[in-house]
């Protein structure tokens, strides 16, 4: 059975953003401003692309 992945990417800066915002956005695997990363879909990396939602762009 193949997991389900989730096309996660960075579209704004994490400068000047709470602490724990920019945890959830080095959690999901992003370094930089336009990095696209592969996560697979869980209901913790859900929660962490949620909370953060304003900062990315998400392609199922």
Not at 13 to 18: Q, T
Not at 40 to 45: A, E, F, K, R, V
Request: net charge positive.
């Amino acid at each position: 059975m193949e997991q389900k992945t989730i096309s996660v990417t960075q579209i704004k800066s994490v400068i000047g953003r709470l602490e724990a915002h920019r945890a959830c956005v080095r959690g999901l695997g992003l370094k930089r401003l336009n990095h696209t990363v592969t996560v697979i879909d869980t209901p913790s990396n859900r929660g962490m692309i949620n909370k953060v939602s304003y900062l990315l762009r998400v392609n199922a």
